[in-house]
């Protein structure tokens, strides 16, 4: 890739943040990444799957530990319920609170099912592609470590 298009990505990067930025703003103590596990969580539910933890950080591509905070603050404001396996101790499923479904309804649903029509002049190919290379770049950038010095 030239040293230019390389700079256009880093660029169009900080406009996806910015459209992120975007956003409704979310209910006091409420964070983007609630909405996120939300989301990740009904998916999984659909497939079928008992969440867990190790769920939820493999879906999204992050540490267990991050993902084991953010649960339990999801779970002390009534947006999660963890409960343990009756056939073994050492696992704890997550499932979502009527709090959580009508958090998840007004973000997941309601929102994005607004923005849909405006997005209608990009493709599903088109879409898909800028996905996978941004999830591309940032695989890169994490795994090869730059230092200027």
């Known amino acids: 890739m030239e040293i230019q298009t390389i700079k ?7 406009q996806a943040k910015r459209s992120r930025d975007m956003l409704p703003p979310l209910p006091k103590g409420v964070t983007s990444a609630y909405i996120q596990y939300l989301d990740t969580i009904e998916s999984l539910e659909r497939q079928g799957t008992r969440v867990k933890v ?14 084991t905070r953010t649960v339990k603050e999801m779970e002390k404001k009534g947006y999660l319920h963890k ?6 101790g050492r696992i704890t499923y997550i499932s ?9 309804q007004i973000y997941n649903e309601w929102y994005f099912n607004q ?9 599903e190919e088109d879409a898909r592609c800028t996905i996978r290379t941004i999830e591309r770049f940032y695989t ?7 230092s200027i010095e």
Not at 54 to 63: K, Q, T, V
Not at 115 to 123: E, G, N, R, T, Y
């Open 8 to 14: 256009a990505m880093f660029d169009a990067c900080y």
């Open 54 to 67: 190790s769920d939820i950080s493999d879906a999204l591509h992050l540490p267990r530990p991050g993902v």
């Open 83 to 88: 409960e343990s396996s009756t056939t073994d």
């Open 96 to 104: 979502i609170t009527e709090a959580g479904k009508k958090l998840s």
């Open 115 to 123: 923005l849909a029509p405006l997005f209608q002049d990009i493709s």
């Open 140 to 146: 890169i950038l994490s795994e090869g470590r730059v």
